[in-house]
């Protein structure tokens, strides 16, 4: 499995082999001992699937406040997303900036946002498909979030946002000078 840090300290981009043959192909796409070889030790309890029929669907920012934090481990079994997370660690240098990755089918890869970080994601592309591990159960009462499009976050989103796709829930997420993080 090959790793690549991201420019974030925490956030990596992983990605598996992929054994093509006649068939089709096989991957081990999660393999806690490869992770661990890697430096990562992490152990998940949830697995996530979600579908989003649109381009330009965004699910985000969001984070669950400790005891219920995550890390997450995200994957594109369809489509493709540009994936974002926002460091909310209070001592970090980066405290407030963000990495992007694009995550895809095709790519087969995929990012591992550690406890400390708000995360979300922009479809690409109709009918994707994201597949993700977390280490602490769902906790509704623990769900925060931040305004995709916050300008003091600079997040440069490929769509713009007459043509996002938002929950409710989402229109109304607080901007980040309103939150006080908890990490
Ligand atoms: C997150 C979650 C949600 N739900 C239920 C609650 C709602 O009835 C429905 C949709 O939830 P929500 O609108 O919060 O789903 P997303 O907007 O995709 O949320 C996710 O968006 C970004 C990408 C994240 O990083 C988080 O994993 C997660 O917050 O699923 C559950 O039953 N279990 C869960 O773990």
Redesign the pocket.
């Known amino acids: 499995m090959q790793v690549e840090e991201l420019a974030i300290s925490g956030v990596k981009i992983l990605r598996p082999k992929k054994h093509g043959d006649s068939r089709g192909f096989f991957s081990e796409v999660y393999n806690r001992h490869a992770l661990g070889d890697a430096g990562i030790d992490i152990d998940f309890v ?1 697995d ?1 699937h ?1 579908l989003s029929s649109e381009r330009g669907v965004v ?2 920012l ?1 984070y669950q406040t400790p005891p219920f934090a995550q890390d ?1 481990l995200v994957r594109v079994i369809r489509g493709s997303i540009i994936d974002v997370a926002v460091d909310l660690r209070r001592s970090s240098t980066t405290y407030g900036k963000h990495v992007t990755a694009v995550l895809s089918a095709d790519e087969w890869n995929q990012i591992l946002v550690p406890v400390g970080f708000a ?3 922009m479809t690409l592309e109709p009918n994707t498909e994201v597949i ?1 591990k ?1 280490s602490n159960y ?1 906790a ?1 009462e623990h ?1 925060k979030g931040i305004s995709w499009n916050d300008p003091d976050l600079g997040i440069s989103w490929p769509i713009e946002e007459r043509h996002a796709v938002l ?1 409710d ?2 229109r109304r997420q607080l901007q980040f000078s309103q939150i006080v993080s908890p990490f």
């Open positions: 949830q996530n979600s699910r985000g969001h997450k995360h979300g994601f993700y977390v769902y509704p769900d929950s829930k989402d």
